[in-house]
């Protein structure tokens, strides 16, 4: 899927698509007033004028050359249009219109908070965003609407330029919704709190927004075009949703999702609120290898919810003890990145809040497991971790940051350990996946707050191709269930 702006020759597709979704999945639900007010809104000669004044942005996914689903932005962050093809909703498209638009929101339009007017039907799936209702639902020209409204953190811009092809530096502003929210406006805590944190989630369908040509304020006194019209706007990809996924055809297995939630609805000053989504497999021949191969990738997933809430460590107590107002969060989403009929790998994103607003954090987990007799791999199983193939690792490390002294503060011992599995009292957590591209190897850092090795990197992996790995692999059965 890519996302670009989109050009004045493809706004009539943009509008075409707007009105096929419109007519099929909102005008039946409003008054005939409604969708009269709607065609007018959409028409190209309107529409056209208020782009080439630089007034209004549009944002387009693309299938290959099909375009699937589109998102028109105001210089003032309001989205105006938000529309996904019906065959494409559930499938990230309406996701990644919505953070390349919050990216512009940040990096360009400096627009200090993103508005929407929602119909009802799509309110819940705003909040999923992270937006928030801030008025009753009102209606305006024969259709109503919620006006919603997120923040938009305008000193938390991503790093951009790294060098490789497919960087799996995750950057801790990239998607962190939680804290873009949480630290952006400092909110109260309680029930209002929760509403303003209901999270990040892949699983939903993105769909409409906001109608009524009378309410589009085209007389901001903003332009923005030439600084548009200098190239197509690309949204690029971050973390696990970078990653090229490589899963076999007719597998002999289902893999389902699962979803745990708890929030703690009682309680007025901590907020509890877990959201984890992991992996299930079904119909594998052996029923005991499937439970065990369930239960490593549902544990993967709860480990931050067990860590601080079911079986918090000592640390985490004194926090809670310690802050006026706790909170406990986990956001978690995953990507399977490899699957076959003997071994799955599966990548991680979890978004905690570990005692208080101040603990934000962003993690990485993996979980490579075999689907013959359930053993999960670590990366001390897979490669010999002998000083040549240290030495190599480091300098893809460094090649993927672009920087030579990246993880200086460790010599050659404290690295292989940290590749072992000594993370250091949690600073060097190791991991690796396959995918489409090969294996990545690397770390979620989780410095401490002033640690001058800190360069704002989430996690960072190393590529490699098989080929380029297999003259470090070890004689772990690993190998042939890859092959």
Request: hydrophobic fraction near 35%; aromatic fraction near 12%; charge should be negative.
């Amino acid at each position: 899927m890519e996302i670009r702006r989109l050009g004045q020759s493809e706004l009539l597709a943009a509008l075409h698509l707007t009105w096929e979704v419109f007519a099929d999945e909102i005008a039946p639900a409003i008054s005939p007033e409604g969708v009269a007010s709607f065609q007018k809104f959409i028409k190209y000669d309107y529409i056209s004028q208020v782009w080439q004044r630089g007034n209004l942005i549009f944002f387009g996914a693309y299938e290959g050359e099909e375009l699937c689903g589109t998102l028109a932005l105001r210089p003032d962050g309001h989205i105006v249009l938000f529309f996904v093809k019906k065959q494409y909703q559930g499938q990230g498209a309406g996701r990644m219109l919505y953070g390349a638009a919050y990216h512009c929101c940040a990096e360009l339009l400096r627009a200090g908070r993103m508005t929407v007017n929602a119909a009802p039907g799509a309110v819940d799936k705003y909040i999923h965003m992270g937006m928030r209702p801030v008025g009753q639902e009102q209606e305006k020209d024969g259709i109503r609407y919620v006006p919603m409204e997120m923040y938009v953190n305008l000193n938390m811009i991503a790093k951009t330029g790294q060098k490789s092809k497919a960087p799996w530096i995750a950057l801790g502003v990239y998607a962190l919704v939680l804290v873009l929210i949480l630290s952006g406006i400092g909110i109260s805590v309680g029930r209002d709190l929760r509403e303003e944190i209901r999270g990040y989630n892949d699983s939903y369908d993105y769909r409409d927004d906001e109608y009524g040509e009378d309410d589009y304020r085209d007389d901001l006194p903003y332009d923005y075009s030439e600084e548009y019209d200098s190239g197509g706007y690309e949204e690029e990809l971050s973390g696990i949703a970078a990653i090229p996924e490589d899963i076999a055809s007719n597998l002999p297995y289902e893999i389902e999702d699962e979803l745990y939630t708890f929030s703690d609805e009682e309680k007025q000053s901590m907020v509890i609120e877990f959201h984890v989504n992991y992996p299930k497999i079904s119909g594998l021949s052996d029923s005991g290898t499937e439970d065990k191969v369930n239960k490593i990738l549902k544990a993967r997933a709860m480990e931050t919810v067990k860590k601080i809430y079911e079986d918090p460590v000592p640390e985490i107590k004194e926090r809670v003890l310690g802050e006026q107002n706790p909170v406990l969060i986990s956001y978690v989403e995953y990507k399977v990145c490899y699957a076959s009929e003997d071994l799955i790998s599966v990548a991680y994103n979890d978004l905690s809040y570990e005692g208080g607003q101040a603990y934000a954090y962003q993690h990485l987990r993996t979980c490579n497991i075999s689907l013959k007799d359930g053993t999960a791999y670590e990366v001390k199983d897979i490669v010999s971790l002998d000083n040549r193939f240290v030495d190599q690792w480091l300098r893809v490390m460094r090649n993927e940051t672009g920087d030579d002294d990246f993880l200086s503060e460790l010599d050659q011992t404290e690295m292989k350990k940290a590749l072992e599995g000594d993370s250091k009292e949690g600073v060097y957590v190791v991991n690796f996946f396959l995918d489409a591209d090969g294996i990545e190897i690397g770390f979620d850092l989780n410095y401490e707050d002033g640690d001058p090795n800190d360069q704002g990197y989430v996690w960072v992996t190393a590529p490699f191709t098989l080929d380029e790995i297999r003259e470090y692999a070890s004689g772990s059965g690993f190998w042939k269930e890859i092959e």
